[in-house]
């Protein structure tokens, strides 16, 4: 199998565990105050994930990563990871957990209420938030947010690792 397949699979599948662990922890349904900052959390996976795979590219080229073999290497993961996710995010919308957007927007919602927000202003958060939080939106959004974040990770870690090879 190629690495890069092996490596977005893996970092897919553990941004797909993640997810299911805060789901666990009721991040998605009680406790959506830490459900807003949980998902950060998931950064780790393709930092350590596309980390390692670049480390291991760096190993078969004789210790010298190469900036575009390790873009194309990265980018790769990305994509198969994003599209792992964006699966499994389908499946978690509409089978797992089908009530956590809507709890989410409400949560929101109140907290617009709290602060003091207009009607106008709820009414539009509200609109916004209808045409974007559905499978097609949430699955379009995740698959470009994914692939970007994997590709700026890329960019710094392969900067980082020819930043420290060049020392050691």
């Not at 565990?17 to 959390?41: M, N």
């Not at 045409?131 to 959004?141: A, D, E, R």
Request: with cysteine; hydrophobic share 45%.
């Amino acid at each position: 199998m190629k690495s890069e397949y092996r490596y977005g699979l893996l970092c897919g599948a553990g941004l797909n565990a993640w997810v299911l662990i805060e789901f666990a922890l009721g991040f998605h349904t009680t406790s959506l105050e830490i459900g807003q900052y949980s998902g950060y959390v998931s950064f780790i996976v393709p930092l350590v994930v596309i980390f390692t795979a670049l480390r291991e590219e760096q190993s078969r080229s004789n210790g010298v990563l190469g900036i575009k073999e390790g873009i194309n290497a990265g980018f790769q993961i990305a994509i198969y990871s994003a599209a792992l996710f964006s699966l499994f995010l389908f499946v978690y919308n509409n089978y797992i957990n089908p009530d956590w957007i809507n709890l989410m927007v409400e949560w929101q919602r109140k907290k617009l209420i709290l602060g003091g927000a207009t009607d106008d202003e709820i009414g539009r958060f509200m609109q916004q938030n209808r045409s974007m939080n559905n499978s097609l939106g949430q699955g379009v959004m995740s698959f470009i947010s994914s692939t970007g974040i994997g590709v700026l990770i890329t960019v710094m870690e392969i900067f980082f690792i020819r930043q420290f090879s060049k020392k050691h």
